[in-house]
Nanobody, 119 residues
Framework: VQLQASGGGLVQAGGSLRLSCAAS????????MGWYRQAPGKQRELVAA???????YYTDSVKGRFTISRENAKSTVYLQMNSLKPEDTAVYFC??????????????WGQGTLVTVSS
């Protein structure tokens, strides 16, 4: 399985960005797909995730601002990020797993995409 992430960039606080992640290869086995982020000096954290059945997870700091969605036919997951804050600045990683819970251990990882939010 290969994951290709895109959509990062520089945005002012209060702005929006949309991240995309397309899976290819043996995608028939995939279930949960999610987005992690890692800020400088901090541990990687799960930001949002979604399963093929539509179950979602959001970390508390992004609830009400970020929305995760997916197109199962395209094995693509999106992260719409609104009302961005400087503390959202991080490298965002797409991940996928055959497991069915959004907080499962993830087996496949895409390359990171940098999101920078200026104040």
């Amino acid at each position: 399985v290969q994951l290709q992430a895109s959509g990062g960039g520089l945005v002012q606080a209060g702005g929006s960005l949309r991240l995309s992640c397309a899976a290819s290869g043996s995608i028939f086995s995939l279930n949960a797909m999610g987005w992690y982020r890692q800020a400088p000096g901090k541990q990687r954290e799960l930001v949002a995730a979604i399963t093929t059945s539509g179950s979602t997870y959001y970390t508390d700091s992004v609830k009400g601002r970020f929305t995760i969605s997916r197109e199962n036919a395209k094995s693509t997951v999106y992260l719409q990020m609104n009302s961005l804050k400087p503390e959202d600045t991080a490298v965002y990683f797409c991940a996928a797993t055959p497991r069915s819970l959004p907080t499962s251990r993830y087996d496949y990882w895409g390359q990171g995409t940098l999101v920078t939010v200026s104040s």
